[in-house]
């Protein structure tokens, strides 16, 4: 999807798939918020699960070097 998704109550009469609401976010900015006719719900976790395997990989190249005249 990349993009954010919540969860909100909404008078049954506004709940329509396709309509807009604008909300206020707690940092002050409005997003748009649309009423969707399906589940953004990923029950098997594959989406976490892929973003862990990214996050696992070896970051071999990002480890310090020790200087070579370096002592204990």
């Known amino acids: 999807m990349k993009r954010g998704i919540g969860l909100a109550w909404v008078r049954n009469e506004m709940a329509e798939t396709g309509n807009n609401f604008t909300i206020r976010?707690?940092?002050?900015?409005?997003?748009?918020?649309?009423?969707?006719?399906?589940?953004?719900?990923?029950?098997?976790?594959?989406?976490?699960?892929?973003?862990?395997?990214?996050?696992?990989?070896?970051?071999?190249?990002?480890?310090?070097?020790?200087?070579e005249n370096f002592k204990k």
């Open 25 to 67: 976010l707690a940092n002050g900015s409005d997003v748009v918020a649309t009423v969707l006719d399906h589940s953004v719900y990923d029950p098997e976790g594959l989406r976490l699960k892929k973003i862990k395997k990214l996050i696992q990989k070896p970051l071999n190249h990002l480890k310090p070097k020790k200087p």
